[in-house]
């Protein structure tokens, strides 16, 4: 009796081992496929394929739920509605049962902000309860995580979802300011960057001034890291006008940034930003010089490199010239041959500006006292046609 119960044991180890080895061999296997996809068509495709026999997709681990999800957003996916029905409902179902680990959070988050609002708009509300379970597990999961990477989607996704999760930017925004601290306690060899690349630093400036969150030590930290950034001749190919522009519009809109961490930050943008302003789009300029101006800090060097790049090229959207006059205007920056220049432009595309538009250019040109009366006119007479009273300063 005691052989055949220990024989039984030991064929019922070995037949679970099997089958646990077996599974692990499927999973990792059909998590091959998956990142093999090339199209978010060939993605779904596999998961109607699976869905035909399993249609609830049971058999998927929480790796490959969430491998899914991530790869049908990162692979261009346009619209949760392109997702057939039956799928969406069982690829949220499952991931609503899964226990993330830390590394998971992240992507989940990201393909959530990269699928927009599309991804909440074809729903019965499943999808909804699923991001508020992430961000659940997400508070939890946080103070682990440690690839600068992830924390910078985590928050990327928060401000590009505009979603303000009070605890998990609290508990985010503490374990940024404990790397950046004991990378500052390092000394002389330390990496006041800690580990994050020029891109991931300003996603994560950009996330917390959008969403305001994080306190004036941390973004005393995080000037040093942009100073200590931009002054690395080894970073020189990795800044980017677009990580110019974020890192601006962050230190701006942030309530907690100190005047001098902005001004710390402008300054090492001047050092930089002179190769780069070929690469610069119209927008991005307009932010460098919004930025300025909201925060008050002129700085001639940089204003005067964006208005002599914006004379160099035609005018493609009339509301971003009108954003940097207004920054001009507000540092009291009057380039005379910019003003010209833009008063000529905007002459001809007078009905493509927006009322405040209209009122911004007439207070902007008065404040100069740059003569140009061909605007001037324009505005008058644009004004009379829309039936708005003729603006006095």
């Known amino acids: 009796d005691r052989f055949l119960l220990r024989l039984v044991r030991s064929r019922s180890t070995r037949w679970l081992t099997t089958s646990v080895a077996a599974n692990q061999q499927m ?10 996809c ?5 993605l779904i495709r596999l998961l109607e394929s699976r869905a035909s026999v399993d249609p609830n997709l049971s058999q998927l681990n929480t790796v490959n739920l969430c491998t899914a999800f991530h790869r049908l957003a990162r692979l261009g996916l346009k619209s949760w509605a392109e997702v057939p029905s039956p799928i969406r409902t069982a690829l949220v179902g499952g991931l609503q049962k899964c226990q993330f680990e830390p590394r998971h959070i992240p992507n989940l988050l990201w393909a959530f902000s990269n699928l927009r609002q599309s991804v909440f708009a074809y729903s019965n509300g499943s999808e909804e309860e699923l991001f508020e379970t992430i961000l659940s597990q997400a508070v939890a999961a946080v103070d682990r995580i440690e690839n600068p990477q992830r924390l910078s989607n985590v928050l990327w996704s928060l401000a590009t979802l505009q979603r303000r999760s009070p605890l998990l930017l609290e ?7 404990e790397l950046f601290v004991n990378a500052d306690l390092n000394g002389p060899t330390s990496d006041p960057c800690a580990g ?3 891109q991931e630093l300003s996603n994560v400036i950009w996330a917390l001034g959008k969403l305001d969150a994080g306190d004036g030590q941390l973004f005393d930290a995080l000037s040093r890291a942009v100073n200590f950034t931009f002054t690395n ?7 980017t006008p677009q990580a110019i522009s974020n890192i601006c519009l962050g230190m701006v809109q942030s309530s907690s940034a100190s005047d001098q961490a902005k001004r710390f930050v402008f300054r090492s943008v001047s050092e930089v930003i002179e190769p780069l302003l070929p690469r610069f789009t119209e927008q991005a300029l307009c932010n460098v010089a919004w930025s300025m101006a909201k925060s008050q800090i002129a700085l001639p060097t940089i204003l005067g490199h964006i208005a002599v790049t914006l004379e160099n090229r035609p005018m493609i959207d009339v509301s971003h010239w009108v954003g940097v006059l207004w920054s001009f205007s507000r540092t009291e920056f009057f380039r005379e041959p910019f003003y010209l220049l ?10 493509e500006l927006q009322n405040r538009e209209l009122q911004s250019c007439m207070i902007s040109y008065r404040k100069a006292g740059i003569h140009a009366p061909k605007l001037i006119t324009a505005i008058t007479k644009e004004a009379e046609r829309r039936g708005l009273r003729v603006f006095s300063i």
């Open 171 to 177: 508990r985010t925004a503490s374990k940024l300011l």
């Open 196 to 198: 994050f690349k020029v």
């Open 38 to 42: 090339s199209s978010p068509a060939e």
């Open 27 to 36: 999973h990792y296997a059909l998590n091959q496929r998956i990142t093999q």
């Open 233 to 239: 001749p080894a970073n020189a190919d990795l800044i």
């Open 342 to 351: 833009c008063a000529d432009r905007l002459s001809e595309r007078i009905r």
